[in-house]
Nanobody, 120 residues
Framework: QVQVVESGGGLVQPGGSLRLSCAAS????????MGWYRQSPEKQRELVTFAPFNGASPKYADFAKGRFTISRDSTKSAVNLEMNSLRPEDTAVYYC?????????????WGKGTLVAVSS
């Protein structure tokens, strides 16, 4: 089992910045990568960014490119998401995703989500 805890989020004005953090604990030895998804009332859950732990470059959704940056704390199973130039349409609940893999078996773990609200 893997426990996932998110922190950060809150209310920010358009154009502002926020930092989200996510830490995984428990059986973390099989983590293949960590990332962020988001969901707003009008949309299904969508990928924001995902960072493989094998050294490959992170993947970003088009709306996140150039504005959002994911970084990994290599000393522990944790990632941060720096979000800049935030827009009202970025308002959503952001969920941390932890992807584990053992041979051909993949299992995802999720945090409870943290609300990001962009409004003036």
């Amino acid at each position: 089992q893997v426990q996932v805890v998110e922190s950060g989020g809150g209310l920010v004005q358009p154009g502002g910045s926020l930092r989200l953090s996510c830490a995984a604990s428990g059986n973390t030895k099989n983590i293949a990568g960590m990332g962020w998804y988001r969901q707003s009332p009008e949309k299904q859950r969508e990928l924001v960014t995902f960072a493989p732990f094998n050294g490959a470059s992170p993947k970003y959704a088009d709306f996140a490119k150039g504005r959002f940056t994911i970084s990994r704390d290599s000393t522990k199973s944790a990632v941060n998401l720096e979000m800049n130039s935030l827009r009202p349409e970025d308002t959503a609940v952001y969920y941390c995703n932890v992807a584990t893999r053992v041979l051909d078996d993949e299992l995802d773990y999720w945090g409870k989500g943290t609300l990001v609200a962009v409004s003036s």
